[in-house]
């Protein structure tokens, strides 16, 4: 898969911008990967990597990203479906997210190490996960409310 270096590139004057630069902060657009329009960023870790989402020239699908610290963004495969969503990343690169199959099937939580197929966990919700590789997320079941767990 070739990458497609993005730039970083200041943003024009949107209120967003002009609020950061009155607070001494220069924002910059995370470019979405080629073959997609707009983008959404969930979580940045501590070396610099974001990971979030970005949707089709068609708004037909969302896929997870991964941006590295010089703005490349990858997109991801491996959390199933045509909605997907990366919602965390730790030190080690494992990104935690979800992957939905069409807008009102079950929601999966998967794991995406880069070298390994994800490991899915189903009717479930990923929001983040820690440097010990455990994911915090909720579980949805038929017979009761949705539960806030831990995987472990």
């Known amino acids: 898969m070739a990458l497609t270096v993005a730039p970083l590139l200041p943003l024009g004057p949107a209120e967003g911008a002009q609020g ?11 470019q979405p990967p080629e073959g997609y329009s707009s983008t959404v960023a969930e979580l940045l870790s501590e070396a610099g990597h974001a990971v979030g989402s970005a949707r089709d020239a068609r708004g037909e699908k969302y896929v997870p990203v991964r ?6 963004a990858t997109p991801l495969s491996g ?13 080690d690169g494992i990104i935690a997210g ?11 939580a998967t794991l995406l190490p880069d070298e390994k197929p994800g490991r899915v966990l189903k009717n479930s919700l990923a929001q ?15 017979d009761v409310p ?3 767990v831990i995987w472990r």
């Open 67 to 72: 941006w590295e610290p010089n703005g490349t």
């Open 128 to 142: 983040t996960i820690n440097n010990a590789g455990q994911i915090l997320g909720s579980a949805e079941y038929w």
């Open 98 to 108: 979800t992957g939905q199959r069409g807008r009102c099937a079950a929601r999966n």
């Open 79 to 91: 959390l199933g479906g045509d909605w997907m969503w990366a919602k965390a990343i730790n030190d």
């Open 146 to 148: 949705t539960r806030a």
């Open 20 to 30: 950061a630069a009155r607070a001494g902060l220069v924002m910059y657009e995370l």
